[in-house]
C-alpha cells in the first residue's frame, strides 16, 4: 500500500511528464519519462487484431456474440494455419507507411495466447499446427528495423472458468462453480512476467476493466507495480473508458479524439499524461471478411492530423487474413500514407498541440519555434488564429512560399488566396 499512497500523492501533486525523481523509489523514473516522451513523439502506431477468429472471419468479438461454446470454438485452433505470415513483410510495410510503433494481441478476450506461453497450452505453439511463435518473429522484426512493439493483454476471458464472468462471455460454456479471481489473477501476472520478460516490450496496453468494473477489486496497483518493477521503462495504458488510474503512463480513448465522444467510449477527461487514440480503417478491430467498407487513405490522414493536433498519438487498426496476410485494402492506405509522411512527417512527428485548439477548418502542431497550420476545410481566401505570441515569418510548408499576414494584439491574419485543393494544406508559421 505504501507504493499505492505514493502513486497516488504524485498523480495529485504534480505532471508526470514533467517529475523529475530525486530518489530511487520514486516514480515515474526517469527512464519512464523518456519512454513517455517518445512514445508522444512517435505519434502513429499500427493496431493489429490477430487470433484464431479470424478463422471465422466474423470480428474479434465472434464467439461472446453468437454465445458459442468455449470448447467448440477452442476446436478452431488445431485448422490454424498462417502460411502467409511474414514478419518481415508485415513490420516492412508498417515501416514504410511511416508508423513508428505496433501494438499486437497477445491475448484477446477468447483467451488464445497468439505467444508461446509456459502457463496454457491454448496457445499459437502448442494448440495449433502452425508450430510458430508470432509474437517472437514479430519483436524480433520490429527491433531490427527499429520500430517500438506494445502488446495488447486482455483483463478478461470468455473461456477460462477461474475468469468470473462479467458483462460478457456468459453464456460461452464456462462453469460458474470454478470462478476465482485470485487464480486468474496470478495467471495473468504470471503471463505478464513471462512477457516482459522473455520478450521485452516498450508497453503494455490492457482491455476489459470495463467487463466489470465495480464487481471486484481489480488490483491494478499490483499489476502496475510488478510491470514497472520488472522494466521501469515499459509503459502501461488500459482502454477502460474512464480517467486513468495512478500507476498508468498513457492515456487511451477508443474511436474518438480526446475531447470527443461519437462513439460513446470516450467521454472521460483529458490528463496530462501522453494520449492515443485507437481507430479502426474499416468498421471492424478483428478481420470480417463481408467489412470492405475501409476509410480513405485522405480520411485517414486528417484523422492522424487531428489526432496530432489534440497532442496524441493514433493507433490505427488492421485486421490480418487467417491466412496470415494483411488485406490489399489496408496496404493500399499504408502506402498512401506513407507517401504523404515522407514530405510532410515534419509537421507530425515530435510535435505538440499547437497554439490554437482543434477548429472546424482544421489543428495546429508545434515544434520548437515552429507552428504548422494545418487546413483541413476552408472555403475563404484568409484565415485569422488567435496567435498573441509574434510571428516571424510565414510561408506555405511544401513549396517555401511566402505566405502574406496581419498581426495585430488580437491575433494573426494570413492571407492565403485561393487555397488549392488538399489532403492538408500546411503553413509554416516561425515563431519569434
Given at each position: 500500500?505504501?507504493?499505492?499512497?505514493?502513486?497516488?500523492?504524485?498523480?495529485?501533486?504534480?505532471?508526470?511528464?514533467?517529475?523529475?525523481?530525486?530518489?530511487?523509489?520514486?516514480?515515474?523514473?526517469?527512464?519512464?519519462?523518456?519512454?513517455?516522451?517518445?512514445?508522444?513523439?512517435?505519434?502513429?502506431?499500427?493496431?493489429?487484431?490477430?487470433?484464431?477468429?479470424?478463422?471465422?472471419?466474423?470480428?474479434?468479438?465472434?464467439?461472446?456474440?453468437?454465445?458459442?461454446?468455449?470448447?467448440?470454438?477452442?476446436?478452431?485452433?488445431?485448422?490454424?494455419?498462417?502460411?502467409r505470415f511474414n514478419a518481415k513483410e508485415w513490420v516492412s510495410a508498417f515501416k514504410e507507411a511511416g508508423a513508428r510503433y505496433i501494438c499486437f494481441t497477445t491475448r484477446h478476450h477468447d483467451g488464445f495466447s497468439m505467444f508461446d506461453t509456459q502457463y496454457s497450452d491454448y496457445d499459437i505453439v502448442d494448440a495449433t499446427?502452425?508450430?510458430?511463435?508470432?509474437?517472437?518473429?514479430?519483436?524480433?522484426?520490429?527491433?531490427?528495423?527499429?520500430?517500438?512493439?506494445?502488446?495488447?493483454?486482455?483483463?478478461?476471458?470468455?473461456?477460462?472458468?477461474?475468469?468470473?464472468?462479467?458483462?460478457?462471455?456468459?453464456?460461452?460454456?464456462?462453469?460458474?462453480?470454478?470462478?476465482?479471481?485470485?487464480?486468474?489473477?496470478?495467471?495473468?501476472?504470471?503471463?505478464?512476467?513471462?512477457?516482459?520478460?522473455?520478450?521485452?516490450?516498450?508497453?503494455?496496453?490492457?482491455?476489459?476493466?470495463?467487463?466489470?468494473?465495480?464487481?471486484?477489486?481489480?488490483?491494478?496497483?499490483?499489476?502496475?507495480?510488478?510491470?514497472?518493477?520488472?522494466?521501469?521503462?515499459?509503459?502501461?495504458?488500459?482502454?477502460?473508458?474512464?480517467?486513468?488510474?495512478?500507476?498508468?503512463?498513457?492515456?487511451?480513448?477508443?474511436?474518438?479524439?480526446?475531447?470527443?465522444?461519437?462513439?460513446?467510449?470516450?467521454?472521460?477527461?483529458?490528463?496530462?499524461?501522453?494520449?492515443?487514440?485507437?481507430?479502426?480503417?474499416?468498421?471492424?478491430?478483428?478481420?470480417?471478411?463481408?467489412?470492405?467498407?475501409?476509410?480513405?487513405?485522405?480520411?485517414?490522414?486528417?484523422?492522424?492530423?487531428?489526432?496530432?493536433?489534440?497532442?496524441?498519438?493514433?493507433?490505427?487498426?488492421?485486421?490480418?487474413?487467417?491466412?496470415?496476410?494483411?488485406?490489399?485494402?489496408?496496404?493500399e492506405r499504408l502506402k498512401g500514407m506513407g507517401e504523404w509522411l515522407k514530405v510532410y512527417g515534419e509537421t507530425i512527428y515530435g510535435t505538440t498541440a499547437g497554439d490554437v485548439p482543434a477548429r472546424p477548418w482544421g489543428v495546429t502542431t508545434r515544434k520548437g519555434d515552429?507552428?504548422?497550420?494545418?487546413?483541413?476545410?476552408?472555403?475563404?481566401?484568409?484565415?485569422?488564429?488567435?496567435?498573441?505570441?509574434?510571428?516571424?515569418?510565414?510561408?506555405?510548408?511544401?513549396?517555401?512560399?511566402?505566405?502574406?499576414?496581419?498581426?495585430?494584439?488580437?491575433?494573426?491574419?494570413?492571407?492565403?488566396?485561393?487555397?488549392?485543393?488538399?489532403?492538408?494544406?500546411?503553413?509554416?508559421?516561425?515563431?519569434?
Amino acid at each position: 500500500m505504501k507504493l499505492y499512497n505514493l502513486f497516488i500523492s504524485l498523480f495529485l501533486s504534480a505532471s508526470f511528464l514533467s517529475a523529475s525523481p530525486t530518489e530511487a523509489q520514486e516514480w515515474p523514473t526517469q527512464e519512464n519519462l523518456q519512454a513517455r516522451q517518445t512514445f508522444s513523439d512517435n505519434k502513429f502506431g499500427i493496431f493489429l487484431h490477430w487470433g484464431i477468429y479470424s478463422m471465422f472471419a466474423q470480428g474479434e468479438w465472434y464467439m461472446n456474440n453468437l454465445n458459442l461454446d468455449n470448447k467448440e470454438y477452442a476446436k478452431a485452433a488445431a485448422g490454424f494455419y498462417p502460411a502467409r505470415f511474414n514478419a518481415k513483410e508485415w513490420v516492412s510495410a508498417f515501416k514504410e507507411a511511416g508508423a513508428r510503433y505496433i501494438c499486437f494481441t497477445t491475448r484477446h478476450h477468447d483467451g488464445f495466447s497468439m505467444f508461446d506461453t509456459q502457463y496454457s497450452d491454448y496457445d499459437i505453439v502448442d494448440a495449433t499446427p502452425f508450430k510458430r511463435d508470432i509474437l517472437r518473429e514479430l519483436t524480433d522484426e520490429c527491433k531490427r528495423q527499429g520500430l517500438k512493439i506494445h502488446f495488447y493483454y486482455s483483463h478478461i476471458d470468455w473461456t477460462r472458468d477461474d475468469y468470473p464472468a462479467g458483462r460478457t462471455g456468459r453464456e460461452t460454456g464456462k462453469d460458474p462453480a470454478k470462478a476465482d479471481w485470485n487464480s486468474y489473477f496470478n495467471f495473468m501476472n504470471n503471463q505478464l512476467t513471462e512477457l516482459i520478460t522473455n520478450y521485452d516490450p516498450d508497453a503494455i496496453w490492457f482491455d476489459g476493466y470495463w467487463d466489470q468494473p465495480d464487481t471486484f477489486n481489480w488490483h491494478l496497483e499490483e499489476q502496475y507495480s510488478m510491470i514497472h518493477k520488472l522494466k521501469p521503462e515499459c509503459l502501461i495504458g488500459n482502454n477502460h473508458h474512464v480517467t486513468p488510474f495512478a500507476g498508468e503512463d498513457i492515456q487511451i480513448f477508443e474511436r474518438d479524439l480526446p475531447g470527443e465522444n461519437t462513439a460513446g467510449l470516450s467521454g472521460q477527461s483529458i490528463s496530462r499524461l501522453p494520449l492515443e487514440t485507437c481507430q479502426t480503417m474499416n468498421g471492424m478491430w478483428g478481420y470480417k471478411i463481408a467489412d470492405q467498407n475501409y476509410k480513405s487513405v485522405e480520411t485517414l490522414i486528417q484523422y492522424l492530423v487531428s489526432a496530432a493536433g489534440k497532442g496524441a498519438n493514433l493507433l490505427l487498426n488492421i485486421g490480418p487474413q487467417p491466412d496470415g496476410e494483411l488485406p490489399s485494402a489496408a496496404l493500399e492506405r499504408l502506402k498512401g500514407m506513407g507517401e504523404w509522411l515522407k514530405v510532410y512527417g515534419e509537421t507530425i512527428y515530435g510535435t505538440t498541440a499547437g497554439d490554437v485548439p482543434a477548429r472546424p477548418w482544421g489543428v495546429t502542431t508545434r515544434k520548437g519555434d515552429k507552428q504548422y497550420v494545418h487546413i483541413l476545410s476552408l472555403q475563404d481566401n484568409s484565415l485569422f488564429l488567435p496567435v498573441t505570441s509574434k510571428v516571424k515569418k510565414a510561408v506555405v510548408f511544401d513549396t517555401r512560399k511566402p505566405v502574406s499576414f496581419e498581426q495585430t494584439k488580437d491575433g494573426l491574419l494570413l492571407k492565403l488566396g485561393e487555397i488549392p485543393q488538399s489532403t492538408d494544406y500546411i503553413i509554416e508559421l516561425t515563431m519569434k
